[in-house]
């Protein structure tokens, strides 16, 4: 069965430090993956999508960036942090009809 | 474009009664379309889905939700409301015309009042 990874599951980093999330995805090959982050507990911000490896779409300008080195790993990452970074980020994958998602990462900006 | 609505912010619903949350889509083509539950600190569960077929779709935890397409609604619904069902519910569509990306409502917050 298809299992998704994030780590780490929470993270506290001062403003302007730099930021590094990880997705791995087991048990399928060429998913489609997705990063996402959700303020104050509520709407998803879809925030990047991959189709496969080194292909990344941006859908919101933003301080953050995405790569995507393997078939089944995902990277967030940020070279200095802004407090509105602050958020759950959630990694997804899709398969031809339904999407999937991780367990979520909780980043305090302080 | 494709959007979803959810028209409650939060829904409350006494233990033992049936509750609905509500869902409407635009889309250009045809809609897939989910639900899905996120409890607190937790990721996104999938609840159910409607692909084609049958109008009336049943999901986890005893929900079901029905495809309206002349009102474009996906409501989500169960017989007998528990305590435990008080999460964050998310409706999502998915236009295949539109590429790869799913499109989700901004959450409806239940809760179960015992």
């Known amino acids: 069965s298809q299992t998704i990874h994030q780590w780490p599951a929470t993270l506290v980093q001062p403003v302007g430090s730099p930021l590094s999330l990880e997705c791995t995805v087991e048990?399928?090959?060429?998913?489609?993956l997705y990063w996402y982050r959700q303020a104050a507990g509520r709407g998803l911000q879809l925030l990047f999508y991959?189709?496969?490896?080194?292909?990344i779409s941006s859908e919101v300008p933003q301080n953050l960036s995405a790569s995507r080195p393997q078939d089944r790993q995902f990277i967030l990452s940020s070279k200095k942090l802004l407090l509105s970074d602050s958020g759950f980020y959630l990694c997804?994958?899709?398969?031809?009809?339904?999407?999937?998602f991780g367990p979520g990462t909780r980043l305090t900006v302080t | 474009a494709q959007s979803v609505a959810q028209p409650e912010d939060q829904v409350n619903v006494a233990e033992g009664n049936p509750l609905t949350v509500k869902c409407t889509y635009s889309?250009?083509?045809?809609?897939?379309l989910f639900w899905y539950v996120q409890y607190p600190n937790r990721g996104l569960q999938f609840l159910l889905k409607y692909i084609t077929g049958d109008n009336l779709v049943k999901g986890s935890y005893g929900f079901e939700a029905e495809f309206n397409k002349s009102q474009t609604s996906f409501h989500l619904k169960k017989p007998s409301a528990l305590v435990s069902d008080s999460a964050l519910y998310f409706c999502?569509?998915?236009?295949?015309?539109?590429?790869?990306?799913?499109?989700f409502g901004p959450g409806t917050r239940l809760s179960v009042l015992p």
């Open positions: 889309v250009s083509g045809n809609p897939y």
């Open positions: 991959s189709v496969g490896i080194g292909q």
């Open positions: 997804a994958w899709s398969d031809a009809y339904e999407q999937y």
């Open positions: 048990g399928t090959s060429n998913p489609n």
């Open positions: 999502a569509v998915r236009d295949l015309n539109y590429g790869q990306n799913f499109v």
